[in-house]
Nanobody
Framework: QVQLVESGGGSVQAGGSLRLSCAAS????????MGWFRQAPGKEREGVAA????????VYADSVKGRFTISQDNAKNTVYLQMNSLKPEDTAIYYC???????????????????WGRGTQVTVSS
């Protein structure tokens, strides 16, 4: 079992930045990839970014490429999402997730994740 706790959400004006953190109980062999997802009111959950914990390769949704950066700190068992140039459409609850094995449907597909945090709210005002 892997526990995940997100933090770092808040309110910011458009163009601003936030850094989300996801503290995991382990990033060892129990976890092969970590992802950030978001869900806005009335919309489906969307994969934002993901990182393979082994080779540290990353994947981003087109909507956040060049603005968001996912990274991990193995010593702290923590994955980060640095969000720059935030837009009002980035407003959502952001969730951290962890998965094992090979994500056959793609690493930004929520169906391939085994563990989820409770989420943190990000609000971007215009």
């Amino acid at each position: 079992q892997v526990q995940l706790v997100e933090s770092g959400g808040g309110s910011v004006q458009a163009g601003g930045s936030l850094r989300l953190s996801c503290a995991a109980s382990t990033l060892s062999h129990s976890v092969d990839y970590m992802g950030w997802f978001r869900q806005a009111p009335g919309k489906e959950r969307e994969g934002v970014a993901a990182i393979y914990t082994g080779d540290i390769s990353t994947v981003y949704a087109d909507s956040v490429k060049g603005r968001f950066t996912i990274s991990q700190d193995n010593a702290k068992n923590t994955v980060y999402l640095q969000m720059n140039s935030l837009k009002p459409e980035d407003t959502a609850i952001y969730y951290c997730a962890a998965g094992r094995g090979v994500p056959g449907g793609g690493v930004t597909d929520a169906a391939w994740y085994d563990y989820w945090g409770r989420g943190t709210q990000v609000t971007v005002s215009s």
